[in-house]
Protein backbone atom coordinates (compact mmCIF):
# COMPACT_ATOMS: atom_id res chain seq x y z
CA UNK A 1 0.00 0.00 0.00
CA UNK A 2 3.52 2.06 0.85
CA UNK A 3 4.54 1.17 -2.17
CA UNK A 4 1.22 2.30 -4.47
CA UNK A 5 1.36 5.66 -2.45
CA UNK A 6 4.86 6.66 -3.23
CA UNK A 7 4.34 5.90 -7.27
CA UNK A 8 1.06 8.07 -6.99
CA UNK A 9 3.34 11.15 -4.88
CA UNK A 10 5.99 10.50 -7.10
CA UNK A 11 3.70 10.74 -10.78
CA UNK A 12 2.03 14.08 -9.52
CA UNK A 13 5.32 15.52 -8.72
CA UNK A 14 6.83 14.57 -12.29
CA UNK A 15 3.54 16.17 -13.45
CA UNK A 16 3.71 19.15 -11.37
CA UNK A 17 7.44 19.85 -12.37
CA UNK A 18 6.87 19.31 -16.00
CA UNK A 19 4.25 22.08 -16.30
CA UNK A 20 5.68 24.65 -18.41
CA UNK A 21 5.00 28.50 -16.49
CA UNK A 22 4.87 31.87 -18.07
CA UNK A 23 4.18 34.90 -15.69
CA UNK A 24 5.21 39.10 -15.24
CA UNK A 25 5.88 40.23 -12.75
CA UNK A 26 6.15 44.32 -11.79
CA UNK A 27 8.77 45.56 -9.17
CA UNK A 28 5.14 48.23 -8.35
CA UNK A 29 1.14 48.65 -9.45
CA UNK A 30 1.46 52.28 -8.34
CA UNK A 31 4.16 54.69 -8.98
CA UNK A 32 4.73 58.36 -9.64
CA UNK A 33 5.20 59.85 -12.97
CA UNK A 34 8.20 60.68 -12.27
CA UNK A 35 9.55 57.03 -10.99
CA UNK A 36 10.40 53.97 -13.45
CA UNK A 37 8.65 50.49 -12.87
CA UNK A 38 10.69 47.22 -14.11
CA UNK A 39 8.52 44.75 -15.61
CA UNK A 40 10.04 41.00 -15.85
CA UNK A 41 8.92 37.98 -18.30
CA UNK A 42 9.71 34.95 -16.31
CA UNK A 43 9.33 31.14 -18.07
CA UNK A 44 10.59 27.91 -16.65
CA UNK A 45 11.04 26.05 -20.17
CA UNK A 46 13.09 27.99 -23.06
CA UNK A 47 11.04 29.38 -25.60
CA UNK A 48 11.15 31.09 -29.08
CA UNK A 49 9.30 34.20 -30.99
CA UNK A 50 8.98 36.16 -27.78
CA UNK A 51 6.34 38.93 -28.29
CA UNK A 52 5.89 41.79 -25.82
CA UNK A 53 2.79 43.89 -25.29
CA UNK A 54 2.42 47.21 -26.68
CA UNK A 55 3.69 49.46 -23.48
CA UNK A 56 1.88 52.37 -25.41
CA UNK A 57 1.46 54.80 -22.41
CA UNK A 58 5.39 54.22 -21.56
CA UNK A 59 8.50 54.99 -22.92
CA UNK A 60 10.76 52.02 -22.67
CA UNK A 61 13.95 50.89 -22.16
CA UNK A 62 15.19 47.26 -23.00
CA UNK A 63 14.69 44.50 -22.85
CA UNK A 64 17.49 42.64 -20.83
CA UNK A 65 17.64 39.36 -20.97
CA UNK A 66 18.89 36.36 -18.55
CA UNK A 67 18.75 32.45 -18.05
CA UNK A 68 19.61 30.75 -15.48
CA UNK A 69 20.51 26.97 -14.81
CA UNK A 70 21.18 25.10 -11.74
CA UNK A 71 20.59 21.57 -10.17
CA UNK A 72 19.03 21.44 -6.47
CA UNK A 73 18.82 17.60 -5.07
CA UNK A 74 19.76 16.18 -8.44
CA UNK A 75 16.74 17.96 -10.07
CA UNK A 76 17.84 20.39 -12.76
CA UNK A 77 15.56 23.92 -13.20
CA UNK A 78 15.56 26.93 -15.75
CA UNK A 79 14.71 30.15 -15.98
CA UNK A 80 14.82 32.63 -18.78
CA UNK A 81 13.90 36.48 -18.19
CA UNK A 82 12.77 39.73 -20.61
CA UNK A 83 12.78 42.85 -17.87
CA UNK A 84 11.63 46.43 -19.29
CA UNK A 85 11.96 49.60 -17.34
CA UNK A 86 8.81 51.77 -18.17
CA UNK A 87 8.65 55.49 -17.91
CA UNK A 88 5.36 56.32 -17.60
CA UNK A 89 4.16 59.05 -20.13
CA UNK A 90 1.01 60.64 -18.33
CA UNK A 91 -1.26 60.24 -15.35
CA UNK A 92 -3.96 57.50 -14.84
CA UNK A 93 -4.80 53.95 -14.61
CA UNK A 94 -3.23 51.87 -17.81
CA UNK A 95 -3.62 48.21 -18.30
CA UNK A 96 -0.41 46.49 -19.79
CA UNK A 97 -1.28 43.45 -21.95
CA UNK A 98 -0.23 40.06 -22.43
CA UNK A 99 3.09 39.12 -23.74
CA UNK A 100 3.41 35.98 -26.05
CA UNK A 101 6.21 33.05 -26.21
CA UNK A 102 6.60 29.65 -28.30
CA UNK A 103 7.33 26.95 -26.19
CA UNK A 104 7.60 23.52 -27.85
CA UNK A 105 5.30 24.17 -30.37
CA UNK A 106 2.46 25.61 -28.01
CA UNK A 107 1.56 29.56 -27.49
CA UNK A 108 2.02 30.63 -23.89
CA UNK A 109 0.34 34.18 -22.30
CA UNK A 110 0.71 36.45 -19.51
CA UNK A 111 -2.14 37.82 -17.52
CA UNK A 112 -2.90 41.57 -17.96
CA UNK A 113 -1.61 44.01 -15.41
CA UNK A 114 -3.42 47.18 -14.14
CA UNK A 115 -1.14 49.61 -12.74
CA UNK A 116 -1.92 53.47 -11.59
CA UNK A 117 -0.06 56.15 -12.52
CA UNK A 118 -0.05 59.30 -9.98
CA UNK A 119 1.13 62.77 -10.10
CA UNK A 120 5.15 63.25 -9.38
CA UNK A 121 6.38 61.75 -5.44
CA UNK A 122 9.69 63.44 -3.80
CA UNK A 123 12.54 61.85 -4.17
CA UNK A 124 14.86 61.58 -0.52
CA UNK A 125 17.45 64.30 -0.63
CA UNK A 126 20.97 62.18 -1.22
CA UNK A 127 23.72 64.01 -2.61
CA UNK A 128 24.86 60.33 -3.85
CA UNK A 129 22.06 59.94 -5.73
CA UNK A 130 22.41 59.79 -9.06
CA UNK A 131 18.53 60.97 -9.13
CA UNK A 132 19.39 63.78 -6.57
CA UNK A 133 22.50 65.10 -8.87
CA UNK A 134 20.35 65.28 -12.23
CA UNK A 135 17.47 67.49 -10.16
CA UNK A 136 20.06 69.88 -9.10
CA UNK A 137 22.02 69.95 -12.32
CA UNK A 138 19.10 69.97 -14.81
CA UNK A 139 16.44 72.42 -15.51
CA UNK A 140 13.84 72.91 -17.87
CA UNK A 141 12.97 77.13 -17.83
CA UNK A 142 10.02 78.38 -19.56
CA UNK A 143 10.75 82.67 -20.29
CA UNK A 144 7.86 84.77 -21.10
CA UNK A 145 8.03 88.06 -23.06
CA UNK A 146 4.68 89.50 -20.89
CA UNK A 147 2.83 88.52 -18.72
CA UNK A 148 0.73 91.34 -18.70
CA UNK A 149 -0.27 91.45 -22.19
CA UNK A 150 -3.37 92.96 -23.79
CA UNK A 151 -5.98 90.86 -25.86
CA UNK A 152 -4.83 89.72 -28.72
CA UNK A 153 -1.03 91.01 -27.93
CA UNK A 154 1.46 89.05 -29.06
CA UNK A 155 3.95 87.47 -26.82
CA UNK A 156 6.90 84.91 -27.00
CA UNK A 157 7.50 82.20 -24.74
CA UNK A 158 10.78 80.17 -25.11
CA UNK A 159 12.07 76.87 -23.42
CA UNK A 160 15.60 76.51 -22.17
CA UNK A 161 16.84 73.47 -20.94
CA UNK A 162 20.04 74.63 -18.55
CA UNK A 163 22.30 71.84 -17.79
CA UNK A 164 25.40 71.94 -15.50
CA UNK A 165 28.75 70.95 -16.80
CA UNK A 166 29.15 68.16 -14.67
CA UNK A 167 26.49 66.15 -16.78
CA UNK A 168 25.75 64.97 -20.13
CA UNK A 169 22.50 64.41 -21.83
CA UNK A 170 21.57 62.67 -24.31
CA UNK A 171 18.16 61.00 -25.97
CA UNK A 172 15.95 64.56 -25.50
CA UNK A 173 12.15 63.71 -26.47
CA UNK A 174 9.04 65.39 -25.81
CA UNK A 175 6.53 63.04 -23.62
CA UNK A 176 3.59 65.71 -22.75
CA UNK A 177 2.94 69.09 -24.84
CA UNK A 178 1.08 72.20 -24.24
CA UNK A 179 -2.01 72.65 -25.82
CA UNK A 180 -2.01 76.52 -25.09
CA UNK A 181 -6.31 75.87 -25.21
CA UNK A 182 -6.87 79.87 -24.40
CA UNK A 183 -4.46 81.34 -27.55
CA UNK A 184 -3.84 81.34 -30.83
CA UNK A 185 -0.28 79.97 -31.46
CA UNK A 186 2.16 79.54 -33.77
CA UNK A 187 5.56 77.33 -33.32
CA UNK A 188 8.55 78.98 -34.57
CA UNK A 189 10.94 76.15 -36.23
CA UNK A 190 14.14 75.38 -35.04
CA UNK A 191 16.65 74.00 -37.57
CA UNK A 192 18.64 72.21 -35.00
CA UNK A 193 19.65 72.62 -30.84
CA UNK A 194 22.26 74.35 -30.43
CA UNK A 195 24.54 74.01 -27.11
CA UNK A 196 25.09 77.83 -25.46
CA UNK A 197 26.76 79.36 -22.63
CA UNK A 198 24.69 80.54 -19.87
CA UNK A 199 23.86 81.22 -16.25
CA UNK A 200 21.21 79.75 -14.09
CA UNK A 201 21.04 80.78 -10.34
CA UNK A 202 24.18 82.70 -10.15
CA UNK A 203 26.12 79.57 -11.57
CA UNK A 204 27.92 78.65 -15.03
CA UNK A 205 25.55 76.28 -17.19
CA UNK A 206 25.37 75.38 -20.89
CA UNK A 207 21.85 75.97 -22.01
CA UNK A 208 19.82 74.80 -25.49
CA UNK A 209 16.73 76.87 -26.73
CA UNK A 210 14.44 73.80 -27.09
CA UNK A 211 10.76 75.43 -28.49
CA UNK A 212 9.93 78.72 -29.12
CA UNK A 213 6.34 80.03 -29.38
CA UNK A 214 4.41 83.40 -30.33
CA UNK A 215 0.93 83.24 -28.82
CA UNK A 216 -1.58 85.63 -28.76
CA UNK A 217 -4.09 85.89 -25.91
CA UNK A 218 -7.76 85.35 -27.11
CA UNK A 219 -9.34 85.92 -23.84
CA UNK A 220 -9.00 88.18 -21.10
CA UNK A 221 -8.31 87.05 -17.10
CA UNK A 222 -5.64 84.77 -15.90
CA UNK A 223 -4.42 82.23 -18.24
CA UNK A 224 -2.68 79.20 -17.43
CA UNK A 225 0.35 77.75 -19.57
CA UNK A 226 0.49 74.19 -19.10
CA UNK A 227 3.83 72.60 -18.41
CA UNK A 228 6.23 71.04 -20.91
CA UNK A 229 7.28 67.51 -20.25
CA UNK A 230 11.08 66.20 -21.42
CA UNK A 231 11.88 62.67 -21.05
CA UNK A 232 16.10 62.54 -21.04
CA UNK A 233 19.27 60.15 -20.61
CA UNK A 234 21.34 62.01 -18.16
CA UNK A 235 24.98 60.80 -17.65
CA UNK A 236 26.00 61.63 -13.84
CA UNK A 237 29.86 61.50 -12.90
CA UNK A 238 30.42 58.67 -10.07
CA UNK A 239 33.29 58.15 -8.21
CA UNK A 240 34.81 55.23 -9.85
CA UNK A 241 37.36 55.40 -12.98
CA UNK A 242 38.52 54.16 -16.38
CA UNK A 243 41.79 52.62 -17.13
CA UNK A 244 42.96 56.46 -18.14
CA UNK A 245 41.79 57.72 -15.05
CA UNK A 246 38.57 59.27 -16.77
CA UNK A 247 35.77 59.38 -14.18
CA UNK A 248 33.12 56.94 -15.51
CA UNK A 249 29.82 57.90 -16.16
CA UNK A 250 25.79 56.24 -14.93
CA UNK A 251 23.72 56.72 -17.11
CA UNK A 252 20.11 58.14 -15.25
CA UNK A 253 16.74 58.79 -17.69
CA UNK A 254 14.84 61.13 -16.02
CA UNK A 255 11.65 63.08 -16.57
CA UNK A 256 11.63 67.09 -16.53
CA UNK A 257 8.80 69.57 -16.38
CA UNK A 258 8.38 73.30 -16.56
CA UNK A 259 6.79 74.95 -13.23
CA UNK A 260 3.66 76.11 -13.49
CA UNK A 261 3.38 79.85 -15.14
CA UNK A 262 0.28 81.91 -14.91
CA UNK A 263 -0.30 85.33 -17.88
CA UNK A 264 -2.66 87.85 -17.00
CA UNK A 265 -4.16 89.24 -19.99
CA UNK A 266 -6.19 92.90 -20.26
CA UNK A 267 -9.27 93.40 -21.72
CA UNK A 268 -8.93 96.34 -24.03
CA UNK A 269 -9.94 99.52 -23.13
CA UNK A 270 -13.65 100.60 -23.92
CA UNK A 271 -13.53 104.81 -23.02
CA UNK A 272 -12.97 105.99 -27.17
CA UNK A 273 -13.63 102.08 -29.10
CA UNK A 274 -14.97 103.22 -32.36
CA UNK A 275 -18.48 101.19 -33.63
CA UNK A 276 -16.02 99.67 -36.64
CA UNK A 277 -13.50 98.26 -34.05
CA UNK A 278 -13.24 94.39 -35.25
CA UNK A 279 -10.16 93.71 -33.12
CA UNK A 280 -7.23 94.44 -34.95
CA UNK A 281 -4.00 95.27 -32.31
CA UNK A 282 -0.95 96.12 -33.48
CA UNK A 283 0.41 98.92 -35.93
CA UNK A 284 -1.42 99.10 -39.44
CA UNK A 285 -1.88 100.56 -42.68
CA UNK A 286 -4.98 100.57 -44.50
CA UNK A 287 -5.31 101.48 -48.17
CA UNK A 288 -7.93 100.80 -50.84
CA UNK A 289 -7.42 100.51 -54.89
CA UNK A 290 -8.73 99.72 -58.42
CA UNK A 291 -7.04 98.21 -61.19
CA UNK A 292 -8.56 100.45 -63.67
CA UNK A 293 -10.52 103.78 -63.33
CA UNK A 294 -11.97 103.89 -66.84
CA UNK A 295 -13.88 101.22 -68.68
CA UNK A 296 -16.69 99.63 -70.91
CA UNK A 297 -19.87 98.30 -69.60
CA UNK A 298 -19.85 94.57 -69.06
CA UNK A 299 -16.01 94.85 -68.45
CA UNK A 300 -14.72 93.66 -65.39
CA UNK A 301 -12.33 95.59 -62.52
CA UNK A 302 -10.84 94.48 -59.17
CA UNK A 303 -11.25 96.38 -56.41
CA UNK A 304 -8.73 95.40 -53.75
CA UNK A 305 -9.02 96.27 -49.61
CA UNK A 306 -5.71 96.03 -48.13
CA UNK A 307 -3.95 96.05 -44.42
CA UNK A 308 -0.57 95.65 -44.35
CA UNK A 309 1.84 96.07 -40.64
CA UNK A 310 2.47 94.14 -38.06
CA UNK A 311 -0.01 92.41 -35.81
CA UNK A 312 -2.48 89.74 -35.32
CA UNK A 313 -2.95 90.01 -39.34
CA UNK A 314 -4.49 86.48 -39.39
CA UNK A 315 -6.94 87.21 -36.55
CA UNK A 316 -8.16 90.84 -38.43
CA UNK A 317 -12.06 91.07 -40.23
CA UNK A 318 -11.76 93.50 -43.12
CA UNK A 319 -14.07 96.13 -43.62
CA UNK A 320 -16.48 95.33 -46.58
CA UNK A 321 -16.59 97.44 -49.41
CA UNK A 322 -19.94 99.33 -50.34
CA UNK A 323 -20.92 100.08 -54.08
CA UNK A 324 -24.07 101.49 -56.28
CA UNK A 325 -26.51 99.05 -57.04
CA UNK A 326 -25.61 99.66 -60.77
CA UNK A 327 -22.18 97.80 -60.51
CA UNK A 328 -22.74 93.80 -59.83
CA UNK A 329 -20.13 92.78 -56.80
CA UNK A 330 -19.05 89.52 -56.36
CA UNK A 331 -17.84 87.68 -53.34
CA UNK A 332 -14.23 88.73 -52.35
CA UNK A 333 -11.52 86.53 -52.73
CA UNK A 334 -8.84 87.11 -49.71
CA UNK A 335 -5.23 86.65 -49.66
CA UNK A 336 -2.68 86.81 -47.00
CA UNK A 337 1.01 86.91 -46.70
CA UNK A 338 2.02 86.66 -43.55
CA UNK A 339 5.20 85.61 -41.47
CA UNK A 340 5.53 84.56 -37.87
CA UNK A 341 8.71 85.50 -35.78
CA UNK A 342 9.47 85.74 -33.05
CA UNK A 343 8.13 89.31 -32.62
CA UNK A 344 4.81 87.70 -33.71
CA UNK A 345 2.75 88.38 -37.27
CA UNK A 346 3.77 90.75 -40.05
CA UNK A 347 3.12 91.02 -43.96
CA UNK A 348 -0.16 91.97 -45.12
CA UNK A 349 -3.72 90.60 -45.86
CA UNK A 350 -6.69 91.67 -48.77
CA UNK A 351 -9.94 91.19 -49.88
CA UNK A 352 -10.28 90.99 -53.92
CA UNK A 353 -13.42 92.56 -55.20
CA UNK A 354 -14.83 91.76 -59.36
CA UNK A 355 -16.56 93.69 -59.93
CA UNK A 356 -18.90 94.59 -63.74
CA UNK A 357 -20.68 97.65 -64.41
CA UNK A 358 -24.06 97.32 -66.70
CA UNK A 359 -24.34 100.71 -67.73
CA UNK A 360 -22.35 104.12 -68.44
CA UNK A 361 -21.85 107.12 -65.97
CA UNK A 362 -19.47 107.68 -63.07
CA UNK A 363 -19.71 105.78 -60.43
CA UNK A 364 -18.10 106.81 -56.95
CA UNK A 365 -16.51 104.04 -54.37
CA UNK A 366 -17.37 106.15 -50.71
CA UNK A 367 -14.68 106.09 -48.39
CA UNK A 368 -14.00 103.25 -45.85
CA UNK A 369 -12.32 102.87 -42.31
CA UNK A 370 -10.24 100.60 -40.51
CA UNK A 371 -9.74 100.85 -36.94
CA UNK A 372 -6.95 98.99 -34.90
CA UNK A 373 -5.48 99.46 -31.39
CA UNK A 374 -2.07 100.63 -31.62
CA UNK A 375 -0.10 99.25 -28.05
CA UNK A 376 2.39 102.15 -28.72
CA UNK A 377 -0.14 104.52 -27.34
CA UNK A 378 -2.31 102.61 -25.95
CA UNK A 379 -5.26 103.94 -28.32
CA UNK A 380 -7.63 103.81 -30.58
CA UNK A 381 -6.52 104.65 -34.44
CA UNK A 382 -8.55 105.28 -37.12
CA UNK A 383 -7.34 105.54 -41.27
CA UNK A 384 -9.92 105.82 -44.12
CA UNK A 385 -9.63 105.47 -47.86
CA UNK A 386 -10.21 108.12 -50.22
CA UNK A 387 -13.19 108.30 -52.22
CA UNK A 388 -12.37 105.92 -55.76
CA UNK A 389 -14.47 107.36 -59.07
CA UNK A 390 -15.09 104.52 -61.95
CA UNK A 391 -15.86 105.83 -65.61
CA UNK A 392 -18.05 104.05 -67.26
CA UNK A 393 -17.67 105.57 -70.81
CA UNK A 394 -19.27 102.71 -73.21
CA UNK A 395 -22.63 101.05 -72.53
CA UNK A 396 -26.68 101.21 -72.46
CA UNK A 397 -27.98 104.34 -70.47
CA UNK A 398 -29.19 103.67 -67.33
CA UNK A 399 -32.98 105.41 -67.06
CA UNK A 400 -32.99 105.39 -63.29
CA UNK A 401 -32.54 108.69 -61.51
CA UNK A 402 -28.74 109.44 -60.78
CA UNK A 403 -29.86 110.16 -56.97
CA UNK A 404 -30.47 106.11 -57.20
CA UNK A 405 -27.61 105.21 -59.42
CA UNK A 406 -25.34 106.71 -56.52
CA UNK A 407 -27.40 104.69 -53.83
CA UNK A 408 -25.52 102.10 -51.63
CA UNK A 409 -25.61 98.40 -52.34
CA UNK A 410 -28.22 96.77 -50.57
CA UNK A 411 -30.96 99.72 -50.60
CA UNK A 412 -32.54 98.88 -53.85
CA UNK A 413 -31.12 95.79 -55.95
CA UNK A 414 -32.25 95.25 -59.63
CA UNK A 415 -31.86 92.56 -62.15
CA UNK A 416 -28.42 93.07 -63.88
CA UNK A 417 -28.23 92.18 -67.84
CA UNK A 418 -25.00 90.29 -68.47
CA UNK A 419 -23.13 89.25 -71.92
CA UNK A 420 -21.16 86.76 -72.74
CA UNK A 421 -18.14 89.22 -72.79
CA UNK A 422 -18.14 90.09 -69.77
CA UNK A 423 -15.36 88.67 -67.86
CA UNK A 424 -13.16 88.85 -71.29
CA UNK A 425 -10.50 91.21 -69.60
CA UNK A 426 -9.65 88.80 -67.29
CA UNK A 427 -9.09 85.27 -70.17
CA UNK A 428 -5.33 84.45 -69.23
CA UNK A 429 -5.67 80.45 -70.87
CA UNK A 430 -7.08 80.48 -74.11
CA UNK A 431 -7.90 77.17 -76.05
CA UNK A 432 -6.00 77.57 -79.44
CA UNK A 433 -6.70 74.66 -81.45
CA UNK A 434 -4.16 73.26 -84.48
CA UNK A 435 -5.23 73.78 -88.03
CA UNK A 436 -3.41 70.93 -89.06
CA UNK A 437 -3.83 67.64 -88.41
CA UNK A 438 -1.33 65.18 -88.26
CA UNK A 439 -1.61 61.36 -89.19
CA UNK A 440 -0.25 58.09 -87.10
CA UNK A 441 1.22 56.84 -90.56
CA UNK A 442 4.94 57.14 -90.56
CA UNK A 443 5.10 59.11 -87.56
CA UNK A 444 7.88 57.97 -85.21
CA UNK A 445 5.45 55.89 -82.83
CA UNK A 446 4.42 53.96 -86.22
CA UNK A 447 7.66 53.34 -86.77
CA UNK A 448 8.91 52.21 -83.30
CA UNK A 449 5.45 50.19 -83.14
CA UNK A 450 6.69 48.53 -86.56
CA UNK A 451 10.36 47.51 -85.29
CA UNK A 452 10.00 46.55 -82.01
CA UNK A 453 9.26 43.01 -82.50
CA UNK A 454 12.23 42.47 -84.36
CA UNK A 455 14.07 43.88 -81.48
CA UNK A 456 12.87 41.53 -79.11
CA UNK A 457 13.99 38.45 -80.47
CA UNK A 458 17.47 39.09 -80.15
CA UNK A 459 16.99 39.99 -76.42
CA UNK A 460 14.87 36.64 -75.76
CA UNK A 461 17.59 34.52 -77.38
CA UNK A 462 20.41 36.39 -75.39
CA UNK A 463 18.05 35.83 -71.89
CA UNK A 464 17.67 32.27 -72.46
CA UNK A 465 21.09 31.88 -73.30
CA UNK A 466 22.18 33.70 -70.10
CA UNK A 467 19.53 31.58 -68.15
CA UNK A 468 20.93 28.13 -69.42
CA UNK A 469 24.80 28.87 -68.70
CA UNK A 470 23.36 29.85 -65.03
CA UNK A 471 21.54 26.82 -64.45
CA UNK A 472 24.60 24.83 -65.79
CA UNK A 473 26.68 26.41 -62.93
CA UNK A 474 26.27 24.37 -60.25
CA UNK A 475 29.10 25.88 -57.82
CA UNK A 476 26.69 29.28 -58.44
CA UNK A 477 24.32 28.22 -57.52
CA UNK A 478 25.36 26.86 -54.63
CA UNK A 479 26.83 30.36 -53.86
CA UNK A 480 23.85 32.15 -54.71
CA UNK A 481 21.52 29.85 -52.22
CA UNK A 482 24.10 30.40 -49.38
CA UNK A 483 23.34 33.95 -50.03
CA UNK A 484 19.58 33.84 -49.82
CA UNK A 485 19.67 31.34 -46.99
CA UNK A 486 21.64 34.22 -45.11
CA UNK A 487 19.69 37.28 -46.09
CA UNK A 488 16.84 34.98 -44.85
CA UNK A 489 17.80 34.42 -41.64
CA UNK A 490 19.14 38.04 -40.74
CA UNK A 491 16.10 40.26 -42.47
CA UNK A 492 14.90 41.01 -39.44
CA UNK A 493 18.40 42.23 -38.23
CA UNK A 494 19.11 44.30 -40.83
CA UNK A 495 15.66 46.18 -40.17
CA UNK A 496 16.74 47.82 -36.99
CA UNK A 497 20.09 48.46 -38.38
CA UNK A 498 21.44 51.26 -36.55
CA UNK A 499 19.08 50.46 -33.11
CA UNK A 500 22.08 48.78 -30.85
CA UNK A 501 19.80 46.71 -28.37
CA UNK A 502 17.12 45.42 -31.34
CA UNK A 503 19.97 45.06 -33.64
CA UNK A 504 22.13 42.52 -31.95
CA UNK A 505 18.76 40.73 -30.36
CA UNK A 506 17.84 40.01 -33.59
CA UNK A 507 21.52 39.35 -34.89
CA UNK A 508 21.82 36.66 -31.98
CA UNK A 509 18.51 35.13 -32.72
CA UNK A 510 19.36 34.75 -36.61
CA UNK A 511 22.56 32.79 -35.77
CA UNK A 512 20.91 30.39 -33.14
CA UNK A 513 17.57 29.94 -35.41
CA UNK A 514 20.27 29.21 -38.77
CA UNK A 515 22.17 26.55 -36.22
CA UNK A 516 18.86 25.16 -34.56
CA UNK A 517 18.20 24.35 -38.30
CA UNK A 518 20.99 23.39 -39.91
CA UNK A 519 22.67 20.64 -36.59
CA UNK A 520 19.11 20.21 -35.14
CA UNK A 521 20.32 21.11 -31.48
CA UNK A 522 18.40 23.77 -28.87
CA UNK A 523 19.22 27.16 -27.55
CA UNK A 524 19.72 25.85 -24.10
CA UNK A 525 22.58 23.49 -25.43
CA UNK A 526 24.25 26.32 -26.95
CA UNK A 527 27.91 26.50 -26.01
CA UNK A 528 31.35 27.32 -27.89
CA UNK A 529 32.37 24.15 -27.42
CA UNK A 530 29.30 22.31 -28.47
CA UNK A 531 29.24 24.60 -31.40
CA UNK A 532 33.17 24.10 -32.42
CA UNK A 533 32.57 20.21 -31.86
CA UNK A 534 29.67 19.86 -34.23
CA UNK A 535 30.72 22.53 -36.90
CA UNK A 536 34.19 20.10 -36.89
CA UNK A 537 31.99 17.24 -36.83
CA UNK A 538 30.27 18.89 -40.07
CA UNK A 539 33.49 19.74 -42.15
CA UNK A 540 33.85 23.38 -41.58
CA UNK A 541 36.97 24.93 -41.61
CA UNK A 542 38.13 26.30 -38.34
CA UNK A 543 38.42 30.00 -39.26
CA UNK A 544 35.02 29.93 -39.37
CA UNK A 545 33.50 28.63 -36.74
CA UNK A 546 36.00 31.29 -35.12
CA UNK A 547 34.60 33.62 -36.93
CA UNK A 548 30.51 32.52 -35.57
CA UNK A 549 31.78 32.55 -32.19
CA UNK A 550 33.34 35.96 -32.60
CA UNK A 551 30.01 37.17 -33.58
CA UNK A 552 28.15 35.04 -30.72
CA UNK A 553 30.65 37.72 -28.44
CA UNK A 554 29.94 40.82 -29.85
CA UNK A 555 26.14 39.89 -29.47
CA UNK A 556 26.70 39.43 -25.34
CA UNK A 557 29.15 42.67 -25.07
CA UNK A 558 26.72 44.60 -26.78
CA UNK A 559 24.49 44.97 -23.95
CA UNK A 560 27.08 46.74 -22.29
CA UNK A 561 29.23 48.74 -24.41
CA UNK A 562 28.65 51.45 -26.72
CA UNK A 563 28.43 50.04 -30.46
CA UNK A 564 28.30 52.90 -33.02
CA UNK A 565 26.65 52.44 -36.95
CA UNK A 566 29.51 51.44 -38.48
CA UNK A 567 30.52 48.67 -36.19
CA UNK A 568 26.94 46.88 -36.48
CA UNK A 569 26.99 47.28 -40.30
CA UNK A 570 30.42 44.94 -40.29
CA UNK A 571 29.41 43.07 -37.89
CA UNK A 572 25.97 42.37 -39.73
CA UNK A 573 27.90 42.02 -43.15
CA UNK A 574 30.37 39.19 -41.24
CA UNK A 575 27.41 37.26 -40.58
CA UNK A 576 26.13 37.22 -43.40
CA UNK A 577 29.42 35.97 -45.22
CA UNK A 578 30.01 33.66 -42.38
CA UNK A 579 26.37 31.93 -43.10
CA UNK A 580 27.20 31.84 -46.79
CA UNK A 581 30.72 30.01 -45.52
CA UNK A 582 29.01 27.26 -43.82
CA UNK A 583 26.48 26.64 -45.63
CA UNK A 584 28.47 26.13 -48.61
CA UNK A 585 30.88 23.86 -46.47
CA UNK A 586 28.55 21.71 -44.16
CA UNK A 587 28.71 17.84 -45.10
Known amino acids: MKIKLYIIVFLLSSITSAQVTFEAKVSKKKLGINERLRIDFVMNEDGDNFEPPNFEYFTVIGPNQSISNSWLNGVKTFSKTYSYFLIPKKKGKFTINQA ?4 DGDIYKTLPIRVEITSAVEAPTNPNDPNYVVSENIHLVLEISNTNPYLNEAITVVYKLYASPEVRLSNLREIDNPRYSDFWSQNINIKELKLENGAYDGKDYHYVVFRKMVLYPQKTGKLDLEPL ?3 ISVGVPTSKRDFFGSKIF ?12 RINVRP ?11 GAVG ?26 GKGNLKLVKLPRLTLPSSLEVYEPEHTENVSTNLYGMQGKISDSYTIVPSYQGKYPIPSIAFTYFDLKTDRYKTISSRELIVNVTEGPTNNISSNEDSSIAGSNKRKV ?3 NDQFVSFKTNPNFISVETRLFFKTKLFWASLLAPFLAIPIAIFVRRRKDERDMDIVGQKVRKANRLARKYLSQAKKVLGNKVAFYEALERALHNYLKSK ?4 TSEFSKDK ?8 FVALNVVEEFNELLESCELARYTPFTNVEMQKDYDKAARVISKIDKQIK
Do not use: Y
Open 100 to 103: KIEI
Open 229 to 231: ALN
Open 250 to 261: ETVHKTITTSNR
Open 268 to 278: LPESGKPDNFT
Open 283 to 308: DFSFKVSISKNELKATEALQAKIEVS
Open 417 to 419: VLS
Open 519 to 522: LNIE
Open 531 to 538: IQQLLKER
